[in-house]
């Protein structure tokens, strides 16, 4: 629902609370909140038509930090409550916000359940590969070997793949950002916002206080040129400070060649088609991981797919026009019924 041309244009101040924002100094979590912020204003969408939907973890705090309706429920549920909400209110606009721990452990079955049903819910998760609010321990995504306080001789699991999940349960918006990349991260915000159908976007967030500089070797500034790779749709896989490096494909296997050795140009390259029609160079690219490979970042795979909240919508009007408007009363006294004295 776009807002009233005449009324007052909506800043990120608007979106801001009168809470006192309760995370570690220095947490990514800071970055990301001044991002969503600062886009909120640019959907047109009044604040009383946003929901933010949280469980439990340090990410969970976030709808008390924004000046919309929110609901900080229980862990692992958000996406569940966010899903009862959608259908139920499908005109609002429906954040899930939510953590490597909160989402991938507990919350595990319920989010791969809500990005399959494709409702028009955009999903946050933040992945500091550490469980930040209980003090340090391994999470789902933490890496093998990682020795944290459960974990103090090193973590004998395997971590998850967060895009490997959302790829899997056929959600059509999956993209990934960094949490010190404000420019990148607040147009991936925007362009999830602007996604019909469930968006989920993995954000590198970093934990000063129980997994510093997690990313660091390929995030920070100086080495981000080099480490990383921007997936643009349509565009080779170009990376590097002098944009002399790039990913081309060997077999089904991704290949880090330096343009010009070898004859090697652009045309030898692998390019990024985010709307293919099967996620298969998606899932190839969400398993390229530093330091063997540049770490991608941005929209992994878009595609069009019917909305839940308005197959059930079409569904209800299609049943109310042959049977007529339903009745609690009617149905409570509808089939076989008992009277207890």
């Not at 629902?1 to 979106?15: H, I, Q």
């Amino acid at each position: 629902m776009p807002v009233d041309a005449k009324g007052p244009k909506l800043t990120r101040a608007d979106f801001a609370t009168d809470q006192t924002v309760r995370w570690c100094p220095g947490c990514g979590d800071y970055a990301i909140l001044a991002q969503v912020q600062k886009v909120m204003p640019e959907l047109g969408i009044p604040r009383e038509n946003i929901v933010f939907v949280s469980g439990i973890g340090c990410s969970s705090r976030f709808p008390y930090y924004m000046n919309t309706y929110g609901f900080h429920s229980i862990h692992g549920r958000a996406p569940t409550i966010a899903t009862g909400l959608k259908v139920s209110r499908p005109e609002l606009s429906v954040w899930v916000v939510t953590g490597d721990g909160d989402g991938l452990s507990i919350g595990g079955n319920h989010l791969i359940h809500a990005m399959r049903r494709n409702l028009d819910l955009k999903i946050l998760l933040f992945n500091n590969r550490i469980y930040g609010l209980t003090k340090g321990q391994y999470s789902p995504t933490s890496e093998f070997g990682k020795k944290t306080k459960s974990s103090p001789f090193g973590t004998a699991e395997q971590p998850i793949n967060p895009l490997g999940v959302a790829l899997a349960s056929e959600c059509t918006f999956v993209a990934r950002s960094v949490d010190i990349d404000t420019h990148h991260l607040s147009s991936m915000v925007e362009r999830a916002a602007a996604h019909k159908g469930t968006a989920f976007i993995e954000i590198y967030q970093n934990c000063n206080i129980f997994n510093d500089h997690a990313f660091d070797s390929f995030a920070a500034r100086e080495v981000r040129s080099d480490q990383m790779v921007q997936l643009e749709h349509g565009r080779p896989l170009v990376f590097g400070k002098d944009r002399n490096k790039g990913i081309r494909l060997r077999g089904v296997h991704p290949e880090v060649v330096t343009l010009g050795e070898n004859g090697v140009t652009e045309k030898d390259l692998l390019v990024h088609d985010e709307s293919a029609q099967e996620p298969t160079l998606a899932y190839l690219l969400s398993r390229m991981n530093h330091p063997d490979y540049p770490v991608p970042v941005g929209v992994f795979y878009r595609a069009e797919r019917p909305r839940l909240e308005e197959i059930v919508e079409q569904q209800s009007i299609q049943a109310t026009a042959r049977l007529g408007a339903g009745s609690v009363e009617r149905l409570l006294n509808s089939g076989a019924t008992w009277t207890v004295t």
